[in-house]
């Protein structure tokens, strides 16, 4: 007889597990015995080199045919920080709450999600859990790489929940249908250097960097729709690496980002910053990193699974929203319909990160609710 697992104690041996990413070992054994004693088949690899790997991921499936119902996630966190109350890595329960990094972003969803198919044993079709150790990293080696495993394999579920926590003022108030793309880009702008006393035989590279910073800036990019936000770029660093106050720099560097919404595709924005760029400082270098494009998942029955999961449980009508930042949901769209659900998130990242011990139990019964739904 398989015991009910009990998501909260979960949550806690995966929080025990140091995870930073990217992330692979001993937090992917504690989800493997949880997961095989209930009836999972469980496949592991590990992909890549430094800097960006190597990267373990973990697909689990239970059952087969059609339908086919996905849970996503990841075990890899952000580093701690200095300044915890405790130990970041040691699972510890105060006044109601579990303290850890990753209890809220996101091992306490999984352990919700896994407490949840304890609960779910007969189901028709195929149940799956899809876990990267690199999301919140580049994600090189991480869901595209399992993405790339189950389609050799011929896996293709018809639809998933990604567990980032999307809830706000409490759980089950948001739930996350669609995410903006995000495009990091570099700017070099090279100059000649020289001494400042005599700017005539010197080219300063900042002064064409400063009207390329204000060109940047009157760029209206859009003003939002019905369910994406306006479209926001970012300057986040300018440097010279000049460290001498009577020296003209020989090169100038920028570093922006663009959150964008559904009316842009990455490559036009970079084509668009590169315009202006060249428009003000005819030979400078612009690279590009997109990191994901903007999707927004079509209507259809995972919304109405979903909604009325959290509807039984809570008794709220969720909010569907595309805000914030970016999640593996930009690889996973690629396969069918995704949305994202999760706990509160006011501490994810900060130090001294929690969940309520009761939204953790609440999540895992939406979860199974959801489960019965999909495949019941």
């Not at 009990?6 to 949550?11: G, T, W």
């Not at 400042?196 to 002064?207: F, G, S």
């Not at 668009?272 to 903007?294: D, F, N, Q, Y």
Request: some cysteine.
């Amino acid at each position: 007889m398989i015991t009910a697992i009990d998501p909260v104690q979960l949550a806690a041996r995966l929080i025990d597990c140091p995870s930073i990413t990217p992330a692979r070992g001993a937090v992917f054994d504690v989800l493997q015995a949880a997961l095989e004693p209930l009836g999972f088949a469980v496949h592991r690899f590990t992909l890549g080199e430094a800097p960006d790997g190597p990267v373990e991921n973990l697909f689990a499936t239970r059952g087969s045919g059609s339908p086919h119902f996905g849970f996503a996630g990841h075990l890899d966190v952000v580093p701690p920080g200095e300044g915890w109350t405790g130990d970041a890595f040691a699972a510890e329960i105060r006044g109601g709450m579990l303290y850890g990094r990753g209890a809220v972003d996101m091992k306490g969803g999984i352990a919700a999600f896994v407490a949840a198919c304890s609960e779910t044993l007969d189901h028709r079709g195929t149940l799956s859990l899809i876990i990267t150790g690199d999301e919140e990293g580049p994600a090189t080696y991480g869901t595209p790489a399992i993405m790339e495993w189950m389609a050799e394999r011929g896996v293709r579920p018809d639809m998933i929940v990604i567990g980032e926590p999307t809830s706000e003022a409490r759980l089950g108030d948001v739930v996350k249908i669609g995410r903006r793309g995000s495009v990091g880009m570099w700017i070099e702008i090279p100059g000649t250097q020289g001494h400042v006393a005599y700017p005539h035989l010197a080219d300063n590279p900042i002064t064409k960097l400063g009207r390329v910073l204000v060109a940047l800036d009157r760029l209206h990019l859009d003003d939002g729709n019905d369910w994406f936000q306006p479209s926001n770029l970012e300057v986040t660093d300018v440097e010279t690496a000049n460290l001498a106050g009577n020296v003209i720099p020989g090169t100038a560097r920028a570093r922006l980002n663009i959150r964008f919404n559904n009316l842009h595709t990455g490559e036009a924005l970079v084509e668009l910053v590169r315009r202006t760029v060249e428009e003000e400082a005819p030979g400078a270098i612009v690279t590009a990193k997109i990191s994901g494009e903007a999707f927004l998942s079509p209507a259809g029955p995972l919304f109405d699974v979903v909604t009325a999961a959290i509807s039984a449980e809570t008794g709220l009508t969720p909010k569907l929203s595309t805000a914030g930042g970016t999640s593996d949901g930009r690889f996973l769209i690629r396969l069918c319909p995704v949305v994202d659900f999760g706990l509160p998130n006011a501490t994810m990242h900060k130090l001294d990160e929690a969940a309520a011990v009761d939204d953790i139990w609440g999540l895992s019964r939406i979860y199974a609710r959801i489960i019965r739904a999909a495949l019941g």
